[in-house]
Nanobody, 122 residues
Framework: QVQLVESGGGLVQAGGSLRLSCAAS????????VRWYRQGPGLQRELIAA???????YYLDSVKGRFTISRDNAKNTVYLQMNSLKPEDTAVYYC????????????????WGQGTQVTVSS
């Protein structure tokens, strides 16, 4: 079984920075694609950043140049560095990892973090 634990959210003023972490533990053979989503008040969950297994990045246009997704494979941890935060970045942020639990598995399974609140004040 695999568990994801998110941390790093909080309250920050506009223009500030936060770094979110998503640590995976348990039976892990390999972490494939990794993604960060967010869900603002009254909004649908949206994909904001991703890394595929080759570490090719994807960013939603509204966060491009401000957010950076990265991973530390040795620590089974994924990060989202968020700079120049804006009030419209206020949301619950979720990590989503595709994890192979064993070399016997041909494909990974989807795992979600518990979500962490980011609030940006103006």
């Amino acid at each position: 079984q695999v568990q994801l634990v998110e941390s790093g959210g909080g309250l920050v003023q506009a223009g500030g920075s936060l770094r979110l972490s998503c640590a995976a533990s348990g039976s892990i053979f390999r972490i494939n694609d990794v993604r960060w989503y967010r869900q603002g008040p009254g909004l649908q969950r949206e994909l904001i950043a991703a890394l595929n297994i080759r570490d090719d990045p994807y960013y939603l246009d509204s966060v491009k140049g401000r957010f950076t997704i990265s991973r530390d494979n040795a620590k089974n941890t994924v990060y989202l560095q968020m700079n120049s935060l804006k009030p419209e970045d206020t949301a619950v942020y979720y990590c989503n990892l595709d994890i192979q639990e064993s070399y016997l598995n041909a494909y990974g399974r989807d795992y979600w973090g518990q979500g962490t609140q980011v609030t940006v004040s103006s």
